[in-house]
Nanobody, 125 residues
Framework: QVQLVESGGGLVQAGGSLRLSCAAS????????MGWFRQVLGKQRELVAV????????KYTESVKGRFTISRDNARKLVDLQMNSLKPEDTATYYC??????????????????WGQGTQVTVSS
């Protein structure tokens, strides 16, 4: 069984920074890709950033490129999202996701994926 627990959300002014962390339990962490997604009430959940099992490849949604950085520490079973130059449109609930992929790629593979409970990020203008 895998559990994901996010932390680090909060209220910040536009232009500020926050660092989200996701702590994982279970034995599959280092063999799965990890991602951060976000959702605004009434809208679909969207991908923010993903990172391969080895950390060798990352992918970001266009709106956060150059501002957000995803990283992982397999020894500590942590995945972080450093968010700089925050904008009001970044306001959302942010979710951590662990999902199986083919080797060290981002190609999805069969198997269960897991979500954290979410952490709120609010950026004021």
């Amino acid at each position: 069984q895998v559990q994901l627990v996010e932390s680090g959300g909060g209220l910040v002014q536009a232009g500020g920074s926050l660092r989200l962390s996701c702590a994982a339990s279970g034995r599959t962490f280092s063999s799965c890709a990890m991602g951060w997604f976000r959702q605004v009430l009434g809208k679909q959940r969207e991908l923010v950033a993903v990172i391969t099992s080895t950390g060798g490849m990352t992918k970001y949604t266009e709106s956060v490129k150059g501002r957000f950085t995803i990283s992982r520490d397999n020894a500590r079973k942590l995945v972080d999202l450093q968010m700089n130059s925050l904008k009001p449109e970044d306001t959302a609930t942010y979710y951590c996701r662990l999902f199986p992929t083919v080797g060290s790629s981002l190609l999805p593979a069969r198997g269960p994926d897991y979500w954290g409970q979410g952490t709120q990020v609010t950026v004021s203008s």
